[in-house]
T-cell receptor
């Protein structure tokens, strides 16, 4: 359960705030992911980093800015968010050498935008 | 890109009965199909997966079947128990790192 950690677990922010979500993996993986989970919607992949290089950006608004300083850490910088951005943000990691690897999820950050 | 559809969205079964969740996919290049279980307030966790070179895989009370021709795969849970109550997500992917998830099935096992 401690393979992928996320902080904070809960975050409430106003639309003008700037905050960052942090993810850390202790599994020796090379790929890391950010997902958005909203009620009654499939898990939405936001960003993929493979060996610290961003390989996927699924049309995510620029108010979400990822950062991957090394293969163990992943950040999601937030600014001028909208109430509809309220959701559970999940980080995941996988081996990353090839596709079709199990993704290990963190506990998520429950974000509320007022 | 891939499109994964999942049915039903909710499922209630009596304890001891079987539960079946079905997913279809659109991209014939997809070759890896994991199933994740997410209990209330917890992270998704892999429970079983299947690759396109096999048609069926079983792990105790859980099994997954894959029909490549029809592009569908199913999760089968036998002898259901209350602790099986959770949301189950299917996914498909090709050789890339991007998983395409279904919308989830909320399973309730009634004691």
């Amino acid at each position: 359960e401690t393979g992928v950690t996320q902080t904070p677990r809960h975050l409430v922010m106003g639309m003008t705030n700037k905050k960052s979500l942090k993810c850390e993996q202790h599994l020796g993986h090379n790929a890391m992911y950010w997902y958005k989970q909203s009620a009654k919607k499939p898990l939405e992949l936001m960003f993929v980093y493979n060996f610290k290089e961003q390989t996927e950006n699924n049309s995510v608004p620029s108010r979400f800015s990822p950062e991957c300083p090394n293969s163990s850490h992943l950040f999601l910088h937030l600014h001028t968010l909208q109430p509809e951005d309220s959701a559970l943000y999940l980080c995941a990691s996988s081996q990353g050498n090839t596709g079709g690897d199990e993704q290990f999820f963190g506990p998520g950050t429950r974000l509320t935008v007022l | 890109g891939e499109n994964v559809e999942q049915h039903p969205s909710t499922l209630s079964v009596q304890e001891g009965d079987s539960a079946v969740i079905k997913c279809t996919y659109s991209d014939s290049a997809s070759n890896y199909f994991p199933w994740y279980k997410q209990e209330l307030g917890k992270r998704p966790q892999l429970i079983i997966d299947i690759r396109s070179n096999v048609g069926e895989k079983k792990d105790q009370r859980i099994a997954v079947t894959l029909n490549k021709t029809a592009k569908h795969f199913s999760l089968h849970i036998t002898e259901t128990q209350p602790e099986d109550s959770a949301v189950y997500f299917c996914a498909g992917t090709d050789t890339g790192n991007q998983f395409y998830f279904g919308t989830g099935t909320s399973l309730t096992v009634i004691p």
